[in-house]
């Protein structure tokens, strides 16, 4: 499975962004996913995450009413429309996904899923 992560870049605080995360190959496409951030000098945190079917979603308090993940099974890619960008958003994205459609627990950490993308960086300036 690889998942490839787009759509960062540097933005003024206000504003909006949406990161996408392809996955292939498309029979794992429907399986949870994530995104996480990791900023400088800072642990990897989970930010948000949707199951195989997107009826259950889950958010890290900090972005909650600020972001929304969602995905496109057809399309093999899951989204992060990101809006209200603050620069404490300011970090590298990392797209991850799981070998199960559903939810366990310890979602929210880094060692419950199988596979990364590569990252792609988000910077909100003030």
């Known amino acids: 499975v690889q998942l490839q992560a787009s759509g960062g870049g540097l933005v003024q605080a206000g504003a909006s962004l949406r990161l996408s995360c392809a996955v292939s190959?498309?029979?794992?496409?429907?399986?949870?996913a994530a995104w996480f951030r990791q900023a400088p000098g800072k642990e990897r945190e989970f930010v948000a995450a949707?199951?195989?079917?997107?009826?259950?979603?889950f958010y890290v308090d900090s972005v909650k009413g600020r972001f929304t993940i969602s995905r496109d099974n057809a399309e093999n890619t899951v989204y992060l429309q990101m809006t209200s960008l603050k620069p404490e958003d300011t970090a590298v994205y990392y797209c991850?996904?799981?070998?199960?459609?559903?939810?366990?627990?310890?979602?929210?950490?880094?060692?419950?899923?199988?596979?990364w993308g590569q990252g792609t960086q988000v910077t909100v300036s003030s």
């Open positions: 949707i199951s195989g079917s997107a009826n259950t979603i």
């Open positions: 190959p498309r029979t794992s496409s429907n399986t949870v």
């Open positions: 991850a996904a799981d070998s199960s459609r559903y939810f366990s627990s310890g979602f929210r950490d880094t060692s419950y899923y199988d596979y």
